[in-house]
């Protein structure tokens, strides 16, 4: 069985991804793991953990602001989209998504933001590149928008 939990610091299963997060071989792991413990994550953020056969798989992230700097004013992101490799292939990285788009559509936001510096992978998703914006750690990457919307709205 395959299922996407959406999870606040109130969730028994938070502990278990900062754990699994902070032994992801991919950087972005261990540093949202920290974000996770050190409280980071408020209001309307939230971390997803993708769960296959009873065991984390995967995980991304709800913020109100990503990599790129404030100051661009584009808010919310998904981010730190990461499936481990043994489960690659199946799209799971697609459902992590659809779960927080979903998510976010019942917060009330009508679009979300990426950003990566991977080509191809997240405009079969139904993402478009706005263009490239520096981060907040001196690198450039693509900005990519989703437009999305409550699931009753849609036709």
């Known amino acids: 069985m395959t299922e996407v939990l959406i999870l606040s610091k109130e969730r028994p299963e938070w502990e278990s991804l900062i754990r ?9 792991g261990p540093y949202m793991a920290r974000e996770m413990r050190e409280g980071k994550y408020s209001d309307f953020e939230r971390v997803a953990a993708l769960i296959i056969d009873g065991r984390i798989a995967g995980f991304c992230n709800f913020t ?7 100051e661009y004013g584009f808010s919310p992101f998904i981010g730190f ?3 481990e490799e043994a489960a690659r292939g199946h799209r799971y990285s697609q459902r ?3 779960a927080m788009e979903r998510y976010a559509a019942g917060c009330g936001f009508k679009r979300v933001y990426l950003m990566s510096g991977e080509k191809g992978l997240y405009e079969k998703y139904g ?6 914006y520096p981060t907040a750690f001196g690198a450039r990457d ?14």
């Open 127 to 132: 993402y478009t590149p706005i263009g490239m």
């Open 20 to 28: 699994y997060a902070e032994r992801c071989p991919w950087r972005a």
């Open 81 to 83: 989209v990461y499936v």
């Open 64 to 70: 109100a602001h990503d990599e790129l700097p404030p």
């Open 96 to 98: 992590m998504l659809e």
């Open 142 to 155: 693509m900005l990519f928008e989703k437009q999305i919307e409550k699931a009753e709205e849609r036709s």
